[in-house]
Structures are given as structure tokens and as C-alpha cells.
Nanobody, 115 residues
Framework: QVQLVESGGGLVQSGGSVRLSCAAS????????LAWYRQTPGEQRELVAR???????NYSESVKGRFTISRDNAKNTVYLQMNSLKPEDTAVYYC?????????WGQGTQVTVSS
């Protein structure tokens, strides 16, 4: 069973930086494709960044050049480094792990960017 626990959210000023972490257990981490999504009230969850088991990354246009996703297979952890934050980045951020039909989500961590 996939278990994912996010951490690192909080309140940050516009232009600031935050690093989110997501620790995984219950899976053979290195085989999984990982992603960060975010969601605001009344909106659908949207993909922010993805990193494959082969370390190929892609990003949404809204965060490209500001956010960086990375993974440490030795620590079973995926990260999201968020720089140059904007108020519109305010959301609950969720970690996701996928391999075939196995799909797991974390509980989410709130990031609030003040203007």
C-alpha cells in the first residue's frame, strides 16, 4: 500500500522560496513515477511537476523556470523546490506516486503566498 507524507508547507512572502518534501513507504520507490499537484477551493487538482523513474521531468507552464522537482531514491523522497513564489501559487500541494494501476496520494500540505 502506497503511503505518502508531505511536509514543508507554510506561509511565505511573495518572491520567497519553499521546499516541499514527500516521504514514501510501502512501495519500491525507484520504480514509481512521482508528481506534485495543487488544488485551490472550488478548482480541480492540477499537475505542477512530474518526474519519472528515469528522472525525466516536466512542468506546467505556470511554474516552469521557478519550480524544480527532484527525487532521492535512497531516501524514498521526492521534493519540490519552489522559488519566486507568487500569490497565485497559494494552494494545497499533493504528492502523487504512480506505477501501472497503483496510484497513491498524500494528505496535502498548504502553501500560502502573501502579497
Amino acid at each position: 500500500q502506497v503511503q505518502l507524507v508531505e511536509s514543508g508547507g507554510g506561509l511565505v512572502q511573495s518572491g520567497g522560496s519553499v521546499r516541499l518534501s514527500c516521504a514514501a513507504s510501502g512501495i519500491i520507490f525507484r520504480f514509481f513515477h512521482l508528481a506534485w499537484y495543487r488544488q485551490t477551493p472550488g478548482e480541480q487538482r492540477e499537475l505542477v511537476a512530474r518526474i519519472t523513474s528515469g528522472h525525466i521531468t516536466n512542468y506546467s507552464e505556470s511554474v516552469k523556470g521557478r519550480f524544480t522537482i527532484s527525487r532521492d531514491n535512497a531516501k524514498n523522497t521526492v521534493y519540490l523546490q519552489m522559488n519566486s513564489l507568487k500569490p497565485e501559487d497559494t494552494a494545497v500541494y499533493y504528492c502523487n506516486a504512480v506505477l501501472g494501476t497503483t496510484n497513491g496520494w498524500g494528505q496535502g500540505t498548504q502553501v500560502t503566498v502573501s502579497s
